[in-house]
């Protein structure tokens, strides 16, 4: 499978079945969190941007960037009006991505911190280790 431009998808993780999720506290954090079936805060549409991608969230229309980033082996994912450019590269297993950050001299990709299935946990840009963590599923919303 690959991606749709325009369509709108759950972004889930593949080590906790959690989803990309906006925080309806602030409409900026981005966290992973159980899936609530339908919410548009956990829904993202797929833009074609160049050779890359966009993730734009259904609620809002604010899409998925990088908060205050200078540099180093991680960032904090937020929502904002600037997009950030994504690459994806298919895995092994079906329909599986790893959402990499490549204009940096080192990629980040998007990887839920620590593995942690507890809501609220922190989306973040981080340093490639292969761990499923880092590897998502896009499904139609």
Excluded: E
Excluded at 51 to 56: A, I, L, Q
Excluded at 89 to 99: L, R
Excluded at 123 to 138: E, R, S, V, Y
């Amino acid at each position: 499978m690959s991606l749709v431009h325009g369509q709108a998808y759950t972004i889930v993780n593949t080590a906790t079945n959690t989803v990309i999720d906006l925080s309806g506290n602030d409409n900026v954090t981005v966290q992973g969190y159980q899936n609530n079936s339908g919410y548009s805060n956990q829904k993202w549409v797929a833009l074609v941007a160049g050779n890359g991608w966009t993730f734009k969230n259904v609620r809002t229309g604010t899409f998925l960037t990088l908060q205050n980033y200078c540099g180093g082996s991680s960032s904090r994912v937020v929502s904002g009006n600037i997009p950030v450019v994504w690459s994806l590269t298919a895995n092994a297993a079906a329909n599986t991505y790893t959402v990499t950050l490549p204009l940096l001299s080192s990629p980040l990709v998007l990887d839920l911190d620590s593995s942690n299935a507890a809501n609220g946990t922190a989306i973040l840009a981080f340093t490639p280790t292969g761990n499923a963590n880092q590897i998502w599923k896009f499904v139609t919303s």
